[in-house]
């Protein structure tokens, strides 16, 4: 599977992003799904993931309550709407996919796609 993410940009503290995350290939509803970021010199760390239904959702403590992560398998999209950005939030932010249903390490994916960039500014 492919994966193209994409809604990245520059936000003042306090606003939103949505970021999407398209796969391509006709097994998206069999992958779990990631959210990971990462920023210069530090390891990639997970953020958010999702069940392949859709019924689970996994968070970091650092982003619960802020952020959601959804997915419409129709569309073969995963979503990452983040609310209350706070100037930490500023990273690199990758898509993943891996056959399972649970959260896992970044060593545990599969396919990743190729980071969009959000900028929080105070």
């Known amino acids: 599977v492919q994966l193209q993410a994409c809604g990245g940009g520059l936000v003042q503290a306090g606003g939103s992003l949505r970021l999407s995350c398209a796969a391509s290939g006709r097994t998206f509803s069999r992958y779990g799904m990631g959210w990971f970021r990462q920023t210069p010199g530090k390891e990639r760390e997970f953020v958010a993931a999702?069940?392949?239904?859709?019924?689970?959702?996994y968070y970091a403590d650092s982003v619960k309550g802020r952020f959601t992560i959804s997915r419409d398998n129709a569309k073969k999209t995963v979503y990452l709407q983040m609310n209350s950005l706070k100037p930490e939030d500023t990273a690199v932010y990758y898509c993943?996919?891996?056959?399972?249903?649970?959260?896992?390490?970044?060593?545990?994916?599969?396919?990743w796609g190729q980071g969009t960039l959000v900028t929080v500014s105070s």
């Open positions: 993943a996919a891996r056959y399972s249903d649970y959260p896992g390490t970044p060593y545990e994916y599969n396919y």
């Open positions: 999702i069940s392949w239904s859709g019924d689970s959702t």
